[in-house]
């Protein structure tokens, strides 16, 4: 495994140019699209078959969270990180209960995306 | 037995002054009412006030909300440069999605650059509002609080009224300027008032303190009312405003309860006369009462076994016993009310007739003896005349009169019937035909008794043929002028031997001087001639024979003065043999009377003899009484005078002695009839005094006294002791039956007819433990006790007591003594009845009133009989007359028939199932038809009654209830609560509309604004890396960081702003993360310890549940935060019942009862008004002083909260 297959997951056309803009600027990483809803999501999932996903929690009336127990119910081996504006305690927790293996508040820590993705990446790459 | 208080007859007797009193405490009454009635009109008002209140203020809240986020949402325009970029388009869409704002203003330091929509606005652009001072005080708060400041409001440059909501922006940490909003001030306060203009009490104004000119200006102005009441709010955050809510006095609760007031007043006047003249009435009523008592003493009279009858001045009869129905031959109830005359004509003309009449003029008592010839009676009357009437006793005599007329008889029989004297003894009729022939008449005259019987002195030829003339003489004097007398003749016997007879006649009479016999004794002379020994000796049996009949006779020969006696006259004077009997002497022994009627007979010379009787002194003082019987001799010259002398003293005593039994019986008899026809008006205790006295003088007793026994039979208590001798009444102390066992167990044991008779008290069994300490020091000797009974107990005791000698009481002073008991009985129970009546009439009297004065319908069901009765009110409150309504067999029918039909069956159902199982009191709520065809609500109320007087053991009793009016008051009910629904609806609309608006615009500037300062925050770092890659350019990597940071706080300024606004947790983690989340908040925030115990909770709760909740947690914990000065907080949360139940328990000082009952305090009310939107319940209690425990339970998955939302 030479790549991190990864999707994101953000309604916001702001976050996702910079979510852009970051991930193109990491080799290790096979950037398999974004979505900008969940039923986007959902067949970005099924075609690409990532390993990895990035996902806000809160898009217009959806909610990332739902989607995270969804995949959680159907795929075990995705690691997904979310990366949220609502950084307050309850939502890290639900989120961890959910199988989150990350959680990031989009404004205090977008810069630490790269290292989070590494983390998962070296992890992935031990697991195979 | 009811003892009516004396009291209640003193109301009774003075109706004027218990009406005045009775309207006194009515007119108290009513003022009590009106000023309750007054206070519940108040309280309504105050909450519909504050309602309208509320309503105003949460409209104003959300406009200041709607401005909040659209002023921040414009700001969006500026750009990092701090230019605007696409303002209209935002603006644009921000107005077509809140229709309220106006227009939205760019004010980049204070200069107006942009507007939207520019239309009508040209005129503004360019103007400096900081510049202006007239502005710029309320531009410069905005800045100073850094938060949207409302300004005006204000005439707008471009005309009209309006409000201008300016937040102050900023942009790399600099004062940029203002984004603004105006709202017309119409559309602010259209919303606001527009509950206040859905009733016509009441208006809505707006005030602001000018800054400038520091004083209120208001802006509605609307027109005052002419006395009003003010609520006021103040909104101090947004723009110092003040909302006022005046409510028009003039309807309000005084004005309406005025009607109340004037109508208490009126139905009290009107009570209280009507009260008045039913207490008039019932004083006259009271001779009801005397009448009652009079027919108890009727009853008594029946006992007597004497005739009595009462006329009135009419003659007609008041009352006749039942003797005196007998006697008359016809039932005595059917005299009763008839003219006597007219029953009986036969009466008119005869005696009694004139002996009434006399009576009656003279009004005197009258006695009068009366032979009653169709009936062949005797009467005596006892006539008491009085202005009213006559009493009158009679009674039947015709025996009392044959047998004394018997007795004469034989007495005179006895006296010249000598069937012992050797003289031939025989009787004639008048016309001489022989009635009786004695055994010596036989010898005589040789006829036997059986020949001699029936014929006549002509058939037997008894008279010598020599001497018919002479005889014939003395025959006529015998037959004719009925004189005795006495002829020596020849006559002849059977065999025709003529013989000398000395014939000695005399006449018999009756009381009324009728001849019934003439008596002949008949000596044989023939013999003496030749004889005179045996003469003598026929002389000296003649004496012995008058000596066995007591009686003496006498001769007087006045022409020679001398006197001669037969032995028999020596006994009856006490005289001796020696005594030598002179005219002159015997004189001594006679009254008066008796010489001047000897003296009378002897002048006349009269040839009649005479009968008298008279007393007569004996030689040894002794008083006798005679009958002397005096006859002339015939056929002399001289003047002799022949006598007899009667010895009658026994047969006179025995005479006086029964007359004065009769008086005593006939004083009695007149005592009880006075006794019992006491006045009423007089009190008990002088009735039984007069009785005491009355009854002490008849039957001679000097103390006569009246005790009663206890009810427990213990203690005898002396009501009155009259001693005859001082006529003085005393009280001696009571007796104790631990001190005289024996007396007390025998008149407690005495029945009906028994009395104690103690001839000597000392010695009798019952009464001989009075000796010593009683009877001794009293003088007393003989007792007479009669225990009085009612109902078969022992309830007093009249003592005749007797002194100084023994006595021994008779039959007749026992029957009396009996009588006055029985007497003592009657008034006893004719002053409980008396009492009694008084009460139930009183009570009565009282009851009705009270149904009529208080309109209300009364009814009484009586239960086992399935009897009905009710008041007139319970139809005419429904406009029908009681007669208009069909009585059937089915009691209940009038009432069933006009019940609501919706109601006829659970309000029947109710009844009977009352009925059959009563308790004590019965509530129903139903709909009857009134006369004009409208259904009234009417209120019943009823009270189980069970009286003992009334129903037996068995029966059931009776429902006593009444029926009230209460349709207004159920139409005010339904009106309220519409009301209140309405209000609700509209609030909960209200919170819907503000929680949507606040979840959305939470979204927005959490989700948009935050991703775009992410953007924002990113580029920074882009930048700032770019930069840091060149060199000398220190100053703008460090300008760089400051913008970065600043990029951030705004960040969490926004996220707070939204957090604030609605926390996004409860929609998307849910009430319990929510509620751990806030508490944790809160503790971070507050210092103060929050202890969670959340429990089961079901994760599909519904929004509306969840924002509820939520909102009244957050609410609480504010309050905590702000009043209660706890340490520590606990929070349980938990299902139970299909309810959600939140307790926050705070271990503070403990809510006070001002702000707790505090109307005005929004947070509370709205707290409970939001639980009542989803039929919840709120409330918060003080701990004793040790904290507050607030409680919300909602129901979940209720039908109703769907319905209420609706």
Redesign the interface.
């Known amino acids: 495994m030479k790549t991190l297959k990864l999707i994101t997951v953000d ?2 056309q ?2 996702a ?2 979510v852009s ?1 970051l991930l193109t600027k990491l080799p290790w990483i096979e950037w398999l699209g974004h979505a900008y809803n969940l039923d986007e999501a959902r067949l970005l999932l099924k075609e690409k078959q990532p390993s990895a996903i990035i996902l806000d ?2 898009m217009k009336e959806e ?1 990332g ?1 739902d989607f995270l127990a969804e995949i959680k119910d159907t795929i075990k081996d995705v690691d997904v990180i979310m990366l949220s ?7 890290r ?2 989120s961890r209960e959910l199988g989150a293996k990350f959680f990031l508040d ?3 820590e ?2 630490s995306i790269p290292s989070t993705l590494r983390i998962i990446y070296n992890q992935q790459k031990m697991r195979k | 037995m009811i003892n009516l208080p004396k009291l209640s007859i003193w109301f009774v007797r003075r109706p004027i002054t218990t009406a005045l009193l009775v309207l006194m405490a009515l007119l108290a009454m009513t003022y009590y009412i009106t000023q309750e009635y007054y206070q519940l009109q108040l309280r309504n008002a105050s909450r519909e006030a504050e309602n309208i209140m509320l309503s105003a203020e949460k409209s104003i809240q959300q406009t200041i909300d709607v401005s909040h986020l659209v002023a921040l949402e414009a700001s969006i325009a500026i750009n990092d440069k701090g230019e605007l970029e696409d303002f209209d388009s935002v603006a644009k869409s921000l107005i077509e999605r809140y229709p309220i704002v106006n227009t939205i203003q760019m004010v980049p330091n204070g200069v107006i650059t942009h507007c939207y929509p520019m239309e009508g606005n040209e005129s503004v652009i360019g103007y400096d509002i900081l510049a202006d001072s007239s502005v710029s005080r309320e531009a410069n708060r905005a800045i100073e609080r850094k938060e949207m400041y409302f300004a005006g409001p204000l005439e707008l440059r471009q005309g009209g009224m309006a409000v201008v909501g300016r937040i102050p922006v900023y942009r790399k940490g600099e004062f940029w300027g203002f984004s603004a909003v105006i709202i017309m001030l119409n559309d602010l306060l259209t919303n606001a008032s527009a509950l206040a203009n859905d009733y016509n009490k009441y208006r809505l104004d707006f005030s602001k303190v000018n800054p400038n000119t520091n004083e209120e200006e208001f802006f509605l102005g609307a027109e005052r009312f002419e006395n009003e009441t003010v609520f006021q709010s103040t909104f101090l955050l947004a723009g110092e405003w003040t909302i006022y809510l005046y409510t028009d006095n003039t309807k309000n609760a005084l004005a309406m309860s005025i009607p109340v007031a004037i109508t208490g007043i009126f139905c009290s006047f009107l009570f209280a006369i009507v009260f008045g003249l039913i207490l008039f009435k019932s004083k006259q009523q009271y001779r009801e009462v005397v009448h009652l008592a009079e027919k108890k003493i009727y009853t008594f009279l029946n006992r007597i076994s004497d005739g009595f009858i009462s006329l009135d001045a009419n003659w007609n009869y008041i009352y006749a016993n039942k003797n005196a129905g007998e006697t008359s031959g016809k039932k005595s109830k059917d005299l009763v009310g008839n003219n006597i005359w007219k029953l009986f004509p036969q009466l008119v003309d005869q005696p009694i007739y004139k002996a009434y009449h006399e009576a009656m003029k003279a009004q005197e008592f009258k006695y009068f003896e009366d032979y009653y010839e169709p009936y062949d009676i005797h009467f005596e009357h006892f006539i008491y005349p009085s202005k009213d009437g006559l009493s009158v006793f009679f009674r039947d005599v015709t025996e009392k009169k044959r047998q004394e007329r018997e007795i004469y008889l034989a007495e005179q029989r006895l006296s010249n019937h000598l069937n012992q004297s050797p003289l031939a003894v025989i009787e004639w009729d008048e016309n001489f035909t022989v009635l009786k022939w004695s055994p010596k008449a036989q010898e005589i005259f040789g006829w036997t008794e059986k020949e001699a019987l029936g014929k006549s002195v002509e058939e037997m030829e008894l008279i010598h043929q020599e001497d018919k003339d002479v005889v014939g003489e003395v025959m006529d004097e015998l037959s004719s002028r009925h004189m005795g007398n006495q002829s020596l003749n020849r006559n002849r016997t059977k065999d025709g031997e003529v013989i000398y007879c000395q014939w000695y006649n005399s006449v018999v009479k009756n009381d009324e001087g009728d001849v019934i016999l003439i008596m002949s004794l008949v000596q044989n002379v023939t013999e003496s001639y030749k004889d005179k020994e045996r003469l003598l000796e026929s002389t000296r049996l003649l004496e012995s024979t008058q000596s066995m009949a007591d009686i003496g006779s006498w001769k007087l020969d006045l022409t020679e003065n001398k006197l001669f006696w037969s032995k028999e006259m020596y006994k009856i004077y006490d005289v001796d043999k020696d005594f030598q009997p002179t005219p002159q002497n015997v004189a001594q022994f006679h009254g008066d009377t008796y010489q001047d009627e000897l003296r009378k007979i002897f002048e006349s010379q009269s040839e009649n003899n005479h009968t008298n009787e008279s007393k007569l002194f004996t030689s040894t003082g002794k008083v006798k009484w005679v009958r002397a019987h005096i006859e002339k001799l015939p056929h002399t010259d001289k003047i002799i005078y022949l006598g007899s002398l009667q010895d009658i003293t026994e047969l006179r005593l025995a005479e006086e002695k029964k007359s004065k039994e009769q008086q005593r019986k006939l004083q009695q008899q007149k005592v009880l009839f006075e006794l019992s026809k006491l006045d009423d008006q007089l009190s008990f205790n002088e009735k039984i005094k007069h009785a005491l006295k009355q009854a002490s003088s008849v039957i001679d007793c000097e103390r006569l006294s009246f005790w009663i026994l206890n009810d427990d039979s213990e203690t005898l208590k002396a009501e009155h002791l009259y001693l005859k001798s001082k006529d003085e009444f005393t009280q001696p102390p009571p007796l104790h039956r631990a001190d005289f066992p024996e007396y007390f167990k025998s008149i407690i044991s005495l029945k009906n007819e028994g009395l104690i008779l103690a001839n000597d008290a000392h010695t009798h069994e019952a009464t001989k433990e009075f000796s010593e300490p009683y009877l001794k020091p009293n003088d007393i000797t003989s007792m007479l006790d009669v225990p009085i009974h009612r109902a078969g107990k022992c309830i007093g005791v009249l003592c005749h007591e007797h002194v100084e000698t023994p006595r021994t009481w008779t039959a007749e002073e026992i029957t009396f003594a009996k009588s006055i008991a029985d007497l003592v009985f009657l008034m006893i129970e004719s002053e409980y009845r008396k009492q009694a009546e008084e009460s139930i009439r009183l009570s009565e009297a009282r009851y009705r009133a009270f149904i009529k004065a208080s309109k209300t319908g009364a009814w009484e069901y009586y239960i086992d009989r399935s009897e009905f009765w009710c008041s007139d009110e319970y139809f005419e409150m429904l406009g029908y007359n009681k007669e208009d309504i069909e009585v059937t067999d089915d009691v209940l029918r009038p009432w069933k028939t006009l019940l609501h039909p919706n109601d006829l069956k659970g309000a029947s159902d109710k009844f009977r199932a009352f009925v059959e199982n009563p308790t004590d009191t019965y509530e129903n709520t139903f709909r009857m038809q009134h006369a004009d065809g409208h259904y009234r609500w009417i209120w019943s109320r009823g009270y189980y009654l069970k009286d003992e007087f009334i129903n037996k053991d068995d029966e059931k009793g009776r429902v006593v209830g009444s029926h009230i009016d209460i349709t207004e008051r159920k139409q005010f009910e339904e009106e309220l609560k519409t009301i209140n629904i309405r209000l609700r609806k509209l609030s909960a609309h209200l919170q819907t509309v503000r929680e949507e608006e606040r979840t959305h615009i939470a979204r927005e500037i959490h989700d948009e604004l935050g991703n775009q300062l992410t953007g924002l925050k990113l580029d920074l770092s882009r930048f700032k890396s770019e930069i840091e890659e060149l060199e000398s350019n220190e100053d703008l990597v460090q300008k760089a960081d400051e913008m970065i940071e600043k990029v951030v706080s705004t960040i969490t300024a926004v996220r707070k702003i939204s957090s604030d606004l609605r926390p996004s947790i409860l929609d998307d983690l849910g009430l319990k993360a929510t509620i751990e989340w806030q508490a944790q908040q809160f503790e971070q925030r507050s210092g103060i310890k929050c202890d969670l115990q959340i429990k089961d909770l079901s994760t599909k709760l519904s929004k509306d549940v969840n924002t509820t909740v939520f909102r009244i947690f957050q609410e609480s914990l504010t309050n905590v935060m702000r009043h209660a000065k706890a340490s520590q907080v606990s929070v349980k949360m938990y299902e139970s019942h299909d309810m959600l139940i939140m307790k926050v328990t705070d271990n503070g000082i403990g809510i006070s009862d001002k702000r707790k009952y505090n109307t005005s305090s929004l947070g509370l009310l709205g707290m409970t008004e939001r639980a009542a939107v989803l039929n919840g319940t709120f409330n918060i209690e003080n701990d004793d002083g040790n904290g507050t425990t607030a409680t919300l339970s909602i129901p979940l998955n209720s039908k109703d909260v769907e319905e209420i939302r609706k």
């Open positions: 309604d916001s702001v976050i140019d910079h803009f929690i809160q909610s969270l504006n609502h950084e307050s305690e309850p939502y927790d639900r989009k404004s205090t977008f810069e």
